[in-house]
């Protein structure tokens, strides 16, 4: 006897859902975890490299490939780097808010975490004209009231926790769905070194195409929410955007998946019957 179909909850009965997104962090990576880094070139020099070399060559290979992808971009970010942002803006894909200039939430200091976020919104709003549809916090860290700032300026999705493969939706109103992430669907744990401030290892590029090859085919076959976070500064070298390539490539080669960018993904969720 054949089993019957599992319904599936993606538009169009595709298997899974493929988002690729990007935090375009540049120099307030490095700025959040010492702002003593200002002084420092070598360090200032990696986030530089994201502005002036990784997003250009992301968004040629977004173009080549035909993939829209959500940015998430720290105020401090547009404010300093005004053209890569106006041509991430431009070349149609989507810009969340990711803070102001990367710094971590405080739980105990909410007046800060509240300051960072206004600053951070009015700056993607006067540089971009955008008003972001979602959150992506740095670090992925939330306090008790990151989810009431998504809600007061009317976002619709937060994607910073790790409790699922499938988005859901917060207690409390208005909705707010989470787009669930991974450390292992993020390029930093492989890619981001620096001596003091990042002492890690450096993996091969092969080796992560490995990782996220499997990722993604155990995702197809559960059916969730495959949620790519990529830095330009990191995954913006010669080798590594060659591995994302080839790892796009393999995704096409499934005819039922649906790519969207995350504010898709969140619309989409809210519209389900019976969320």
């Given amino acids: 006897m054949r089993k019957a179909a599992r319904s599936s909850p993606w538009p169009r009965g595709a298997r ?8 375009f962090d540049a120099e307030s990576l490095w700025l959040a975890r010492d702002p003593g880094a200002a002084g420092r070139p070598g360090v200032m020099s990696q986030g530089r490299y994201g502005a002036r070399v990784g997003v250009p060559r992301l968004l040629a290979l977004l173009a080549a490939e035909r993939v829209r992808a959500t940015f998430f971009v720290p105020g401090w970010v547009a404010e300093n780097h005004p053209a890569e942002a106006r041509a991430i803006r431009d070349a149609g894909h989507e810009i969340g808010h990711h803070g102001y200039r990367h710094d971590w939430a405080d739980p105990a200091d ?7 976020f206004e600053q951070g919104m009015k700056a993607l709003g006067t540089v971009l004209d955008v008003r972001p549809r979602g959150f992506r916090a740095p670090a992925w860290e939330l306090t008790p009231i990151t989810l009431d700032l998504v809600r007061e300026h009317g976002m619709v999705y937060s ?7 499938l988005p859901y939706v917060h207690p409390g109103q208005p909705p707010v769905v989470e787009l669930p992430v991974q450390w292992v669907l993020d390029d930093a744990p492989y890619f981001l070194m620096h001596p003091r401030l990042a002492p890690r290892p450096m993996q091969s590029p092969e080796a992560v195409f490995g990782i996220w090859r499997d990722e993604f085919l155990g995702c197809h076959e559960w059916g969730g929410l495959f949620d790519l976070t990529c830095h330009p500064q990191v995954i913006g070298h010669p080798s590594r955007l060659l591995m994302l390539r080839r790892l796009i490539r393999l995704v096409r080669r499934k005819r039922d998946v649906w790519w969207a960018t995350a504010g898709e993904v969140a619309e989409h969720w809210l519209r389900r019957p019976g969320r």
């Fill in 16 to 23: 899974c859902a493929v988002m690729l997104t990007f935090d």
């Fill in 110 to 116: 909410p007046a800060s975490e509240r300051a960072a």
């Fill in 159 to 165: 994607s910073n926790l790790m409790d699922d493969v």
